[in-house]
């Protein structure tokens, strides 16, 4: 070993600094990464663990509606005839049992980094799911997304894991018809939407074929394309409002399915 060290050249300090330089950059970069997972925005990673995470369900506190500064925006959920729920700006969460005379406002939860955009499906008065949406990529090319379900009208929310939905394209119009069937729509700026489906209260779920161009209407990318909205149920039937976006004669469609979402037509 003697023999060996004393004739070994003296190594050069040029590949040690580099070695050195790459770890640095390495780290810089993990750090970076870390930091924009951790933000108030979500890392742009399709297919990275980006998507939003619920970190606790506080209780709420104060009137239903305050402090709630107008104009503002609402999204209601009405199940039956006299149980109505609303989320308002996507901050505050409230039910009705008497058809809106009063109203309680329900825990939301907290969620890491900046609260995401929410929606909302309820089918009675305790059981219903968030759909939670992180930044979308491009032209709606890909984007995140968490659902959250609650059994006991929001006291607690379960994150569930979900399968079987890509993070290509954006996603909304969530609606249940019941505690196993629910929709998801998927649309981009460049391509036919198409709707997806669960039967098991949304853990796995498949894409619809693409929605067929209504009579009149040509998808021709560019932000021309059909939006579908939440999905209702009449029986064995599924009907959803499609909206024909970036023309100037803009109209609203209706189609159809009759084997479970897995086809669309115009009607």
């Known amino acids: 070993m003697s023999a060996l060290s004393a004739g070994r050249p003296v190594a050069s300090s040029t590949p040690r600094l580099a070695l050195a330089g790459a770890m640095i950059l390495a780290v810089a970069v993990v750090g ?159 391509h036919s939407p198409a709707i997806y489906r669960t039967t098991d209260g949304g853990r796995t779920w498949a894409a619809s074929q693409p929605l067929p161009d209504a009579p009149g209407f040509t998808t021709r990318g560019n932000d021309v394309v059909l939006l579908p909205g939440g999905v209702r149920a009449f029986g064995p039937t599924l009907l959803v409002r499609v909206f024909g976006q970036g023309t100037v004669d803009a109209h609203e469609y209706v189609y159809r399915s009759t084997d479970g979402g897995v086809t669309w037509s115009y009607r």
Not at 36 to 42: E, F, L, T
Not at 82 to 103: I, K, P
């Open 32 to 190: 970076v990464l870390v930091m924009a997972r951790q933000g108030g925005r979500i890392a742009p990673l399709p297919g990275a663990a980006s998507r939003p995470r619920i970190v606790v369900t506080p209780a709420p506190s104060g009137c239903a509606f305050c402090p709630i500064q107008m104009p503002t925006y609402a999204e209601l959920s009405a199940p039956s005839d006299n149980v109505v729920w609303v989320l308002v700006q996507g901050e505050y969460l409230a039910r009705s049992t008497d058809r809106g005379a009063h109203w309680e406002r329900r825990p939301l939860p907290a969620w890491s980094g900046q609260a995401p955009p929410l929606e909302i499906s309820f089918i009675d008065d305790h059981q219903g799911w968030l759909l939670a949406v992180g930044d979308q990529v491009g032209a709606c090319s890909s984007q995140s997304f968490a659902l959250a379900h609650t059994t006991d009208a929001g006291a607690t929310w379960t994150q569930l894991d979900v399968k079987g939905i890509s993070e290509l394209q954006c996603k909304e119009g969530i609606s249940f018809t019941d505690s196993e069937r629910g929709f998801i729509s998927a649309w981009d700026e460049n």
